[in-house]
């Protein structure tokens, strides 16, 4: 097959030259409700386009891929006092699999324990390219089950405006579990 990226022969569908030129992350941090961190990898604009591949069969590569150069090699180097829980902002299966379960998945370590179907949307409404307006007019209506330790980190794919992981951490939050921070791939306010 060809790199989607340089187009050159590949046994991956983004070639190992091209991870390493595009794909190495970079941290990059905000804060929400005034105390929650959220710590990206990636600016939105410089994998836009892999990022939507999520909405085909593409995205279980491509997600896969983004997984492994950032969440794994974070998980690798994450230490904590005791083993924590992490937890993916719906992770409802979608064409086939779910994009933020992969990359829950790729937490799995010493200290982070990955956790399935713990926390998902009532309201399947898409906020992608919606406004600020149009998600705070359109809440998730999350539901949370409470099963988790108390430490939890909080997975989604992109941050935009952030409502969607502050409903995420009020939910949480409203069953005395305490979000340490979020992780994303991407986050769309950054130029």
């Given at each position: ?70 969440f794994v090699k974070f998980a690798k180097e994450f230490q904590y006092a005791d083993a924590i829980t992490s937890i993916a902002v719906d992770d409802s299966v979608r064409n086939g699999y ?56 909080l997975v989604d794919d992109i941050i935009t405006t952030g409502s969607t992981l502050t409903q995420a951490i009020q939910v949480i939050q409203k069953s005395q579990k305490d979000v340490l ?11």
């Amino acid at each position: 097959m060809k790199c989607l990226l340089c187009e050159r022969l590949s046994f991956a569908h983004i070639c190992t030259s091209c991870q390493k030129i595009f794909l190495t992350p970079s941290i990059y941090k905000r804060k929400i409700l005034n105390t929650i961190e959220v710590i990206s990898f990636y600016k939105y604009k410089d994998i836009k386009d892999l990022l939507h591949t999520k909405h085909t069969d593409l995205g279980y590569y491509i997600y896969n891929i983004l997984a492994l150069n950032s969440f794994v090699k974070f998980a690798k180097e994450f230490q904590y006092a005791d083993a924590i829980t992490s937890i993916a902002v719906d992770d409802s299966v979608r064409n086939g699999y779910s994009h933020t379960a992969i990359l829950n998945k790729a937490l799995n370590s010493k200290y982070i324990n990955p956790q399935y179907n713990k926390l998902r949307a009532k309201n399947d409404i898409s906020y992608s390219g919606k406004s600020k307006e149009f998600r705070l007019l359109h809440p998730r209506n999350f539901s949370f089950k409470n099963e988790t330790t108390n430490g939890i980190i909080l997975v989604d794919d992109i941050i935009t405006t952030g409502s969607t992981l502050t409903q995420a951490i009020q939910v949480i939050q409203k069953s005395q579990k305490d979000v340490l921070f979020c992780l994303t791939l991407a986050d769309a306010n950054l130029k």
